[in-house]
């Protein structure tokens, strides 16, 4: 205790200055952060949902749709397969989920079950040797395709955790800090936008999906006869948003998909002025575009998005640079969501809106009215019964490694930008009232050292270093719990269980550390031949 180590001295006063540097900013108003030096930091609290407002969205994740849109492309994928064996078929159909063909030859129903099982399906994780999709044959030559349970069931997860990633980049481009995108149940999502003011805007931009096609465009077909349902085999009629035509007839196989993107950005088309997207392919994107193009110059190919055509320009001559554009009836606000989406991937299925709620920013201030009445009530508690108990001189110094204590929680959660919960609020109320448990255990083990007759200095020196086991295993096993919590709780709990763990370590540096120091240096300055607190 006599020895004050100086690193001791240089780390309390470093943290206290770094503290106050971080900490300024919340009481200090835009203008005046905005003109702060670059070298100086300017982030506040990052405040939640139930503290700023902002929207809440419950949506539910489409694992039909995508099982559905898994047997089309298998059943596209068999009529390739069939075609470029020249093995002839009828009767290619979807029947409760599953899809069926008819080989015309006896002779080659074995042949096409044998390319089917090869051809289709990816492997089994698990299953040595085996697919997500089981080939049976059947009588009157036909030929049975399946879907794997388990597979579906993967597929359907994998698909729920890549939407949840897909719509946590969509809401970083909107530039929302901090958002809470939790799984709930075993298909839906729950999204907490905390400060987004548009719920509208945000509701279209997660909830589209997004999946782009480039396909081509069937200028044979008969439109008319395709909107009374005779569509040739291969194809598809889609609705138009272009303003060129109520709808085209599309291939079904798609040229590039969207998957294959590398960029998208809002721009304007220098001839007309108009806003367009333009967007970059991978390596392998631009050379099936440059393929497509090349082979097909003078035809029409299809932009569709969502399953509407929302442009189906001419191929002029060969597009080989990976890169081009989409023009369309686009607003500068309608192509920058366009550029977005893209930019952010599509979903692997739609999202259902299951639930939506705007929490407004009055709910949010009274909140903070009442946590900073209440943590305002709790210190004055505190501070008056450190000051009756231990006298004003250990007492104060609690008071002050008190306040040192939540300077810096407030400066680490700003610097982390963690996001500040009303039960985060409960965090930090609950951490400065037990703040002071390591002082009074100190001060305690201080009280049996003088009563047994120790000289002050030894009182003091056992104090500190006889408390400190105890001092650790309650705040470890404190700490334990907070990380638990965090680990398994849902968004309120982990805001207050990220408090609480701040405030375990910032409460035994300045209640131990700050401490020792400040009664050093009493110590020090005085000689006492007594303790006040003896």
């Known amino acids: 205790m006599l020895i004050l180590s100086r690193w001791k001295v240089v780390v309390v006063v470093l943290a206290v200055v770094l503290g106050l540097l971080f900490a300024a900013p919340n009481v200090l108003p835009q203008n005046v952060r905005d003109d ?23 949506m539910g994740v489409d694992t039909e749709a995508l099982r559905k849109e898994r047997l089309t492309n298998t059943i ?13 078929f009828t009767d290619l159909v979807a029947v409760n989920g599953e899809a069926s063909v008819r080989i015309t030859d006896p002779e080659q129903v074995s042949s096409a079950a044998r390319i089917l099982r090869n051809g289709l399906g990816v492997p089994l994780a698990g299953s040595i040797g085996g697919k997500d999709v089981a080939i049976q044959t059947q009588g009157d030559q036909r030929i049975r395709i399946t879907f794997v349970a388990e597979a579906l069931d993967a597929e359907a997860s994998r698909a729920v955790e890549q939407s949840i990633e897909i719509i946590r980049r969509r809401i970083d481009e909107l530039g929302t800090r901090e958002p809470s995108i939790t799984r709930q149940g075993t298909d839906r999502i729950v999204v907490q936008a905390p400060g987004e003011s548009d719920p509208d805007r945000l509701r279209e931009i997660i909830g589209q999906t997004a999946k782009l096609t480039f396909q081509m465009v069937d200028e044979t077909a008969d439109l008319a006869a395709a909107q009374t349902g005779r569509v040739p085999p291969g194809e598809v009629m889609l ?8 709808a085209y007839v599309v291939k079904r196989r798609a040229l590039v998909t969207g998957e294959m993107l590398t960029g998208a950005q809002a721009t304007f088309d220098p001839q007309t002025g108009r806003p367009v997207v333009s ?3 991978n390596s392998q994107g631009a050379r099936r575009f440059g393929d497509a193009t090349s082979q097909n110059i003078g035809k029409r190919f299809a932009i569709i998005l969502d399953g509407k055509v929302i442009s ?9 640079g990976g890169s081009g554009q989409i023009s369309g009836n686009f607003t500068t606000e309608s192509a920058n969501n366009l550029a977005i989406l893209l930019r952010a991937g599509a979903l692997p299925a739609p999202l259902k809106v299951e639930e939506q709620r705007t929490v407004g920013a009055e709910l949010g201030a009274d909140a903070i009215q009442a946590g ?18 231990y006298g004003l ?7 002050v490694g008190l306040l ?7 400066a680490v959660m700003s610097v982390t930008q963690a996001t500040l919960t009303l039960p985060g609020i409960v965090g930090l109320i609950l951490t400065l009232a037990v703040a002071v448990d390591a002082n009074v255990l100190i001060y305690e083990r201080m009280r049996d050292e003088i009563r047994a007759g120790r000289p002050v200095a030894t009182a003091m020196d056992s104090g500190f270093s006889r408390a400190m086991g105890t001092i650790m295993d309650a705040n470890i096993t404190t700490i334990l719990a907070a990380l638990i919590m965090f680990q398994f709780g849902s968004g309120p709990v982990k805001g207050f269980a990220w408090t609480l763990s701040v405030g375990v370590v910032t409460t035994v540096f300045s209640a131990v550390l700050v401490t020792q120091v400040l009664l050093a240096w009493w110590f020090r300055a005085t000689r006492p031949k007594t303790l006040p607190i003896a």
């Open 393 to 399: 001189l250990f007492g104060g110094v609690s008071v």
């Open 279 to 281: 967007f970059r392919f």
């Open 404 to 410: 040192v204590n939540g300077l810096l929680i407030i």
């Open 76 to 88: 596209e994928d068999a009529r390739t397969l069939l075609r470029e064996e020249k093995i002839a």
């Open 372 to 389: 900073s009445v209440s943590a305002i009530v709790g210190l004055a508690a505190v501070i008056v019964f450190m000051i009756l108990i």
């Open 36 to 58: 702060l030096p670059g070298f100086l930091p300017k982030k506040t609290l990052n405040l939640g949902l139930d503290l700023q407002g902002g929207s809440y969205l419950l």
């Open 239 to 246: 609705p138009s948003t272009d303003n060129y035509s109520p």
């Open 312 to 320: 189906a320009p001419v191929i002029q001559s060969a597009i080989t």
